[in-house]
């Protein structure tokens, strides 16, 4: 494979968890180098937190925080911007706005960006999006064309292995509960992974609502909500449709102030019945206290039901 | 010697404590005021319990910790079992009332509802990041108006038209209060205005969506003041229980847990005379820089948590 000497950095926040595949297989197809920022700690939430407006979400503060750590680690930063896959397919407006904020953000800076626009309503999906990538570093068509395609193939491959290993999990004995929110909130190493290894050390099986087949779920969600439009939500209602047979509980990991979360999780606690549901709120407290009380008693209540404490 | 089992439940504003025999009966029980100092406030509470105690008769062969200090007391006391306090009411409460429905609990600065279904607790809802409508609200309101926090109850009994006060968070409910004390609204009718604010508070957060059975129990600090168990009553038309021992609850859960648990120590009083004292540590492994409590017995470092990782265990 011919290399040439472009670097783009990605951090490792936001739709990094969703497309870390699409989009690393893609430059590699390429030879376009990637760098990304390393797992989240305090001092990445600390710079983010220092960049961001007051009422940015924790998860924006925390992409702030991985864009910073990649300053002059690259010739470009990825900041795509993903607006909707159509109808009722919407995107947070966060990630319409993410290129135009952090630009702003770090005006100061000599860093290149590098942006794409995904806004089926308006004609442009994600396969433009690739192309226009693959163009803006210098690459004809077909040579974008050919890693898109790739690229998509081996995220789809990827992610029918995870919905695979759900299918696994939600099979197993013992005490399971459904893990509700966002993959940037979930698996993010200094705020929601902290809920997966709880689980995990108390002898719990963490499922994931967001690994699901996704036209699937999206079709699935119109049980729980017909007229709700974020993609992502639609994906989590669906996969808790889904899964809340086979479960003992859900968990709902937000990050404060999250806008479709505050209306959806609400949503979710009116219309799910049967299964004992938890709403986690994570902000930017040092401490786990607050967050294992919580864990700690919602996995005793549980228990406690099948006489197991 | 018969088996005795010690609870501890020390939260924010108050430490409780007691001694039960087999039969949950109680042998001695304490609850003194934390004033910031959950170590001082645990072994001037084993002092005070000792006193009460025939340990000629029992010994205490297990003991459990509760409450939001639970972790440190536990390590200081050598207990046998360290639990949450959602659980440890749910048990306490259940043991005494075993046809209890829905449990009310409002303390200093948390409040939960616990939903219960034959004798075991089957969903629970606790107050997320906001402390409205908490024992620390009614406190600072009492001070405001001019009245000891023990009066609130009597003030409120006395009204015949409470004021309407906005209920939906703690920073309006002080505004609207303000403004209603300027408008010369009677101090009996504002203060069962606060006490309608507190409960209806609470059931539009913590007790929203949730269906509220009767037999109610209510417990917790703020359950000692009867205009707040008056505006319960009068919300959910049903009688609102509050047991003489309610503010022990947590205790006496955590001691029937201790009972349970497979874990025997027996308890040693003289905790009361060694010194215990924590250091704060920030962990310079990575830029997580958590922050480790050391608690040690005299010079002796006895535990150690708040590290993220492996990478901050403590090293003897």
Same mark, same amino acid.
């Given at each position: 494979?011919?290399?040439?000497?472009?670097?783009?950095?990605?951090?490792?926040?936001?739709?990094?968890?969703?497309?870390?595949?699409?989009?690393?297989?893609?430059?590699?197809?390429?030879? @376009?180098?990637?760098?990304?920022?390393?797992?989240?700690?305090?001092?990445?939430?600390?710079?983010?937190?220092?960049?961001?407006?007051?009422?940015?979400?924790?998860?924006?503060?925390?992409?702030?925080?991985?864009?910073?750590?990649?300053?002059?680690?690259?010739?470009?930063?990825?900041?795509?911007? @993903?607006?909707?896959?159509? $109808?009722?397919?919407?995107?947070?407006?966060?990630?319409?706005?993410? /290129?135009?904020?952090?630009?702003?953000?770090?005006?100061?800076?000599?860093?290149?960006?590098?942006?794409?626009?995904?806004?089926?309503?308006?004609?442009?999906?994600?396969?433009?999006?690739?192309?226009?990538?693959?163009?803006?570093?210098?690459?004809?068509?077909?040579?974008?064309?050919?890693?898109?395609?790739?690229?998509?193939?081996?995220?789809?491959?990827? $992610?029918?292995?995870?919905?695979?290993?759900?299918?696994?999990?939600?099979?197993?004995?013992?005490?399971?509960?459904?893990?509700?929110? $966002?993959?940037?909130?979930?698996?993010?190493?200094?705020?929601?992974?902290?809920?997966?290894?709880?689980?995990?050390?108390?002898?719990?099986?963490?499922?994931?609502?967001?690994?699901?087949?996704?036209?699937?779920?999206?079709?699935?969600?119109?049980?729980?909500?017909?007229?709700?439009?974020?993609?992502?939500?639609?994906?989590?209602?669906?996969?808790?449709?889904?899964?809340?047979?086979?479960?003992?509980?859900?968990?709902?990991?937000?990050?404060?102030?999250?806008? /479709?979360?505050?209306?959806?999780?609400?949503?979710?606690?009116?219309?799910?019945?049967?299964?004992?549901?938890?709403?986690? @709120?994570?902000?930017?407290?040092?401490?786990?206290?607050?967050?294992?009380?919580?864990?700690?008693?919602?996995?005793?209540?549980?228990?406690?039901?099948?006489?197991?404490? | 010697?018969?088996?005795?089992?010690?609870?501890?439940?020390?939260?924010?504003?108050?430490?409780?404590?007691?001694?039960?025999?087999?039969?949950?009966?109680?042998?001695?029980?304490?609850?003194?005021?934390?004033?910031?100092?959950?170590?001082?406030?645990?072994?001037?509470?084993?002092?005070?319990?000792?006193?009460?105690?025939?340990?000629?008769?029992?010994?205490?062969?297990?003991?459990?910790?509760?409450?939001?200090?639970?972790?440190?007391?536990?390590?200081?006391?050598?207990? &046998?079992?360290?639990?949450?306090?959602? &659980?440890?009411?749910?048990?306490?409460?259940?043991?005494?009332?075993?046809?209890?429905?829905?449990?009310?609990?409002?303390?200093?600065?948390?409040?939960?509802?616990?939903?219960?279904?034959?004798?075991?607790?089957?969903?629970?809802?606790?107050? &997320?990041?906001?402390?409205?409508?908490?024992?620390?609200?009614?406190?600072?309101?009492?001070?405001?108006?001019?009245?000891?926090?023990?009066?609130?109850?009597?003030?409120?009994?006395?009204?015949?038209?409470?004021?309407?006060?906005?209920?939906?968070?703690?920073?309006?409910?002080?505004?609207?209060?303000?403004?209603?004390?300027?408008?010369?609204?009677?101090?009996?009718?504002?203060?069962?205005?606060?006490?309608?604010?507190?409960?209806?508070?609470?059931?539009?957060?913590?007790?929203?969506?949730?269906?509220?059975?009767?037999?109610?129990?209510?417990?917790?600090?703020?359950?000692?003041?009867?205009?707040?168990?008056?505006?319960?009553?009068?919300?959910?038309?049903?009688?609102?229980?509050?047991?003489?021992?309610?503010?022990?609850?947590?205790?006496?859960?955590?001691?029937?847990?201790?009972?349970?648990?497979?874990?025997?120590?027996?308890?040693?009083?003289?905790?009361?005379?060694?010194?215990?004292?924590?250091?704060?540590?920030?962990?310079?492994?990575?830029?997580?820089?958590?922050?480790?409590?050391?608690?040690?017995?005299?010079?002796?470092?006895?535990?150690?948590?708040?590290?993220?990782?492996?990478?901050?265990?403590?090293?003897?």
């Amino acid at each position: 494979m011919e290399t040439n000497n472009i670097t783009v950095g990605l951090p490792r926040a936001m739709l990094y968890y969703r497309y870390r595949i699409l989009w690393g297989v893609f430059f590699q197809e390429l030879g @376009v180098k990637t760098v990304v920022s390393g797992p989240t700690d305090r001092d990445i939430l600390e710079q983010g937190s220092a960049l961001a407006i007051d009422e940015a979400c924790l998860s924006l503060k925390i992409y702030l925080g991985h864009v910073h750590a990649l300053l002059g680690q690259c010739d470009y930063i990825l900041l795509p911007r @993903v607006s909707n896959f159509g $109808h009722h397919r919407n995107m947070c407006t966060r990630f319409e706005a993410m /290129p135009d904020l952090t630009k702003n953000v770090f005006r100061d800076t000599q860093q290149k960006f590098l942006t794409c626009n995904i806004d089926v309503l308006a004609g442009e999906d994600e396969e433009d999006a690739f192309l226009s990538l693959g163009r803006q570093l210098g690459f004809g068509p077909k040579a974008a064309k050919r890693a898109y395609k790739l690229a998509k193939k081996a995220d789809q491959a990827q $992610h029918k292995a995870r919905v695979q290993k759900q299918e696994e999990l939600s099979r197993r004995e013992g005490l399971k509960i459904l893990l509700a929110g $966002h993959s940037y909130v979930v698996e993010d190493p200094y705020i929601g992974k902290v809920v997966t290894d709880y689980l995990k050390a108390a002898g719990v099986t963490p499922l994931r609502a967001d690994l699901v087949e996704r036209e699937h779920a999206l079709k699935r969600s119109r049980e729980l909500s017909p007229t709700c439009k974020w993609e992502i939500s639609r994906e989590i209602l669906g996969g808790i449709d889904l899964r809340k047979g086979q479960v003992d509980g859900i968990i709902l990991i937000g990050a404060f102030p999250c806008g /479709p979360d505050a209306m959806v999780n609400e949503l979710i606690t009116r219309r799910v019945r049967g299964v004992p549901i938890l709403n986690l @709120v994570l902000d930017s407290q040092t401490g786990t206290a607050g967050v294992e009380t919580r864990l700690e008693s919602f996995i005793d209540i549980i228990r406690l039901k099948e006489g197991m404490l | 010697m018969e088996h005795a089992y010690l609870g501890v439940d020390v939260g924010s504003i108050s430490t409780k404590g007691v001694i039960i025999d087999k039969e949950n009966n109680i042998l001695a029980s304490q609850y003194i005021w934390t004033q910031g100092d959950p170590i001082g406030a645990v072994k001037e509470l084993v002092g005070l319990l000792e006193a009460q105690f025939d340990r000629e008769r029992y010994k205490v062969v297990a003991t459990g910790t509760t409450g939001s200090a639970r972790k440190l007391v536990g390590t200081i006391l050598g207990a &046998t079992m360290v639990k949450n306090e959602i &659980t440890a009411h749910a048990v306490g409460t259940t043991t005494f009332y075993p046809d209890v429905r829905t449990i009310l609990e409002i303390g200093g600065q948390d409040s939960k509802i616990i939903l219960v279904e034959n004798g075991v607790a089957v969903d629970y809802a606790m107050n &997320t990041l906001c402390a409205a409508g908490t024992g620390a609200f009614l406190s600072s309101q009492a001070k405001r108006l001019g009245i000891e926090v023990e009066e609130i109850g009597d003030y409120a009994l006395r009204s015949t038209h409470p004021t309407q006060i906005a209920a939906r968070c703690t920073v309006f409910a002080e505004s609207d209060l303000v403004h209603k004390i300027q408008m010369g609204h009677p101090r009996e009718d504002i203060i069962a205005g606060v006490c309608n604010a507190v409960a209806s508070n609470y059931l539009n957060n913590v007790g929203k969506g949730k269906k509220i059975v009767s037999p109610v129990v209510f417990q917790g600090g703020v359950s000692k003041n009867k205009g707040v168990v008056a505006a319960f009553e009068r919300a959910l038309g049903c009688k609102v229980i509050v047991d003489p021992n309610g503010h022990l609850m947590g205790a006496l859960g955590v001691a029937i847990l201790a009972k349970k648990g497979s874990k025997r120590q027996e308890f040693d009083f003289a905790v009361e005379n060694m010194e215990f004292h924590t250091r704060e540590a920030s962990c310079g492994k990575c830029s997580n820089h958590c922050e480790i409590i050391c608690v040690y017995r005299g010079d002796e470092l006895i535990d150690a948590w708040g590290n993220r990782c492996e990478r901050g265990e403590r090293t003897r």
